[in-house]
């Protein structure tokens, strides 16, 4: 397979979206978890229960790869910063587009909207 090159500033830019979507999940992630509180105060029930500490361990998970994410997007993105600096920042230089990041990306972003759709579905039913 041959890596895709690109110019640095598709690749700066694609950071910040990241970035930025990044920080949405995480707020995002608390007001779920809020809503995590206020549910298991309200039932009792056995199944309510179990189904909430699933939940409560997706969340865990997510929050855990949505901070390697955004770690390793970080450091990606000082690379960047470096080849910019270095006068690599014009469309006519290209260095090797970050695919792999993308892809763990798309993943996560995919794996999440399930855990918040089973989770939608959740609160309809137990309210």
Not at 68 to 90: C, M, N, R, V, Y
Request: net charge negative.
């Amino acid at each position: 397979m041959v890596a895709e090159k690109t110019d640095v500033q598709s690749l700066h830019f694609e950071h910040r979206l990241w970035d930025n979507e990044l920080k949405f999940f995480a707020d995002e992630m608390v007001i779920f978890e809020h809503r995590l509180e206020e549910m298991v105060k309200k039932h009792e029930e056995p199944e309510a229960l179990m189904r909430l500490e699933q939940f409560q361990n997706k969340f865990i998970r997510q929050k855990a790869v949505l901070q390697e994410l955004a770690h390793d997007i970080k450091i990606h993105e000082q690379t960047i910063s470096g080849l910019l600096k270095a006068g690599f920042g014009t469309p006519e230089h290209k260095v090797t587009d970050h695919t792999m990041l993308r892809e763990r990306m798309e993943s996560f972003r995919e794996i999440y909207a399930e855990v918040k759709e089973d989770f939608y579905r959740y609160l309809l039913v137990w309210k």
